[in-house]
């Protein structure tokens, strides 16, 4: 059996080397993977019972489980109690009107507290994937307002749209990268990076989901919505950095540029998820949600904040044209075949902000760090593929989530080379090109 599992990966590992030859940075990071991953699982099918390392507390009741659960180590009760909870949409009261029951304290023949049980559930980023259920709208967070909401960091120009003050913006961005996010703290538990990168990620998945189906356009006309949205989506996703405990103990400076490196290519495949989650998982459809509220179909449409005249738009649109259609070939269509589940996307996000040799000026501590914490979300990704997913033959989906991750990458960096090029020969107005958050 060992020997038919490994020339099957080492097949896959030869054909990932062809493939990913215009890249010798791919080349390295996914052979480093399919190797990781290739002795994860031969070690799961092999093995007739679990490793005592992958025993861990259940992040709600403390019992000792093996096992991921809604996408965070929690045993089968507890797990069985958010599923039932949530389907039934049950709304309880707290035993002790306080809110704040102790969980680990059990009293026999006394159930624990419904309430603060759920709470906890739902704090330590209990999720349900909607993959087999019909898209549905989640309400809008409701946690602290950002501290940018009472503050004139947007100013109307000309009565069109708003000028962002962005020296004022990252500063913002700077003060939410200093310290851990508070539901980090709040949760009283030890949580491992990839429930860490969770928690945050669920935060901003509740910040910009749609209130209901929109109807495609190809011409966004409210341009101050799109504003409004991406400053609190900026400070999310700030929050979202910091919520790595590796990543904290780097100089602010390296969390900065690691963050300039990530929110532009974290955004396209955060509301790739999300339209997916709204729109389903055809593949020939080409709408995008731009923010909570714009749906625009990227191929037919196009968006800028810059003004422009009629010919500089559509010069702008004949020039991005190309770069939509590599989107939806290389990251949207294999996003859509794998049906994507929200871990996997945790999984392609942290590949993202981790994915540091082509940053600049970045301490030899933050590479350093980087292999540290891809080894331990691995470790993770194999305990949710062959736990949770029931799937310990799951090296070809790594495969593709690291392409997707690589490509999305790519062509960022396409982009800003197109928007270079219009600069140089004045081919449309690039207002936003200096802005400081758009260079890497």
Known sequence: MTKIY???????????RIE???SNSYTFVLTSFFLHFYFLSIFSVMSDSQPEDFSDPCLVCGTSTKGLHFQVSSCRACAAFFRRSTKSKRVYKCQKGTGNCDLTKKVKGKPLCR???????????????LLNDPPTFMPPSTSEPSPIATTPIATLDKGEISVVDWSTMIDYIKQNLIKEPEYILSVGVKLTELQRFQLGLNKIL???WPQKNYPVTTVVENKQNVIDFYIPYLIHIAQLVACSELIMKLSLDDRFSMFKHFWINFQQVERLFTTCQVRGYDVNDTAVFLDNKNILDMV??????CI???EERQRFYEMNLPLAKLYFTYIATPFKLLKTTQTELAFICILILWDVREIKNLSSDAVQLASEVIEKVSLEMHQYYT????NPIYADRITKLTKIAHDVQRLSQDRRNLTTMAQMFNLFNTDLSDNELLLD
């Open 115 to 129: 309430f603060c049980r759920m709470k906890k559930c739902a704090a330590i980023g209990m999720s349900v994937e």
């Open 387 to 390: 736990f949770e997913m029931r």
């Open 308 to 310: 422009m005249t009629d």
């Open 206 to 208: 509740s910040y910009g």
């Open 300 to 305: 037919k449409g196009d968006f800028s904040m």
């Open 6 to 16: 490994s020339n099957h990966y080492v097949n896959m590992l030869d054909t990932a």
């Open 20 to 22: 990913s030859q215009c």
